[in-house]
């Protein structure tokens, strides 16, 4: 699986939109673009994900660059319950023997 | 519909003994993974099972198993622990390799 890289750590206003940015410059043509965030040490929850396409749903909008090498989580509207740790990660198609590797991901912190 | 179950949620032994986590992943779902968080840190690829088999695993000791059983639930064992094995570990179920479900986890502790 392609490696991610994300900043340790970012900050956002409550109400303001929380862009969270991932390197995934090895990605290969057939891996996709998780994203999951954990919130307290709870186990992870799926958030959104993407092949090459930008995808919206009811919580947050990705966007992949056309090269795919990097992408975007948008929150449009943070708020304190979005503060948590977000993952990005990349995984190939169904059936592939994927470890899955999560690294060590992105504190957000949402202040009012 | 239920999400993936753990139990216990809290387990603790002391060094040497062997730990048993049970998982049941959701109604439907083949694949079942394990990860291991220890405090503060990123989760880790322990296991992962499709259909009753072991289809990849992480970079852990020999001491660390576990299976699938017909009903796709899952067990993970450990052997021989030791105090640094003391870590949240995570259950997760996939229908066929799309977007896991985690559990709540199972919080064990060495002493």
């Known amino acids: 699986d392609a490696k991610t890289t994300q900043p340790p750590s970012m900050d956002c206003a409550e109400g303001r939109a929380a862009n969270l940015p991932c390197n995934h410059s090895?990605?290969?043509?057939?891996?996709?673009v998780y994203w999951y965030r954990q919130i307290h040490s709870q186990g992870p929850q799926y958030i959104i994900h993407g092949l090459k396409n930008n995808e919206t749903n009811e919580m947050a909008s990705l966007i992949i660059t056309e090269d795919r090498k990097s992408s975007t989580l948008i929150l449009p509207h943070a708020t304190l319950r979005d503060t948590a740790v977000y993952y990005c990660?990349?995984?190939?198609?169904?059936?592939?023997?994927?470890?899955?590797?999560f690294g060590t991901g992105t504190r957000l912190q949402v202040t009012l | 519909e239920a999400g993936v179950t753990q139990s216990p949620t809290h387990l603790i032994k002391t060094r040497g003994q062997q730990a048993t986590l049970r998982c049941s992943p959701i109604s439907g779902h083949t694949s079942v993974y394990w990860y291991q968080q220890a405090l503060g840190l990123g989760l880790q690829f322990l296991l992962w099972?499709?259909?009753?088999?072991?289809?990849n695993r992480g970079n852990f000791p020999p001491r660390f198993s576990g299976r699938q059983f017909p009903n796709y639930s899952s067990e993970l064992n450990v052997n021989a622990l030791e105090l640094e094995d003391s870590a949240l570990y995570l259950c997760a179920s996939s229908p066929r390799g799309e977007k896991l479900f985690f559990g709540s986890g199972t919080q064990l502790s060495v002493l």
């Open positions: 090895t990605i290969s043509g057939n891996e996709y």
């Open positions: 099972y499709d259909e009753g088999e072991e289809r």
């Open positions: 990660i990349v995984r190939g198609t169904t059936g592939t023997a994927s470890k899955l590797t």
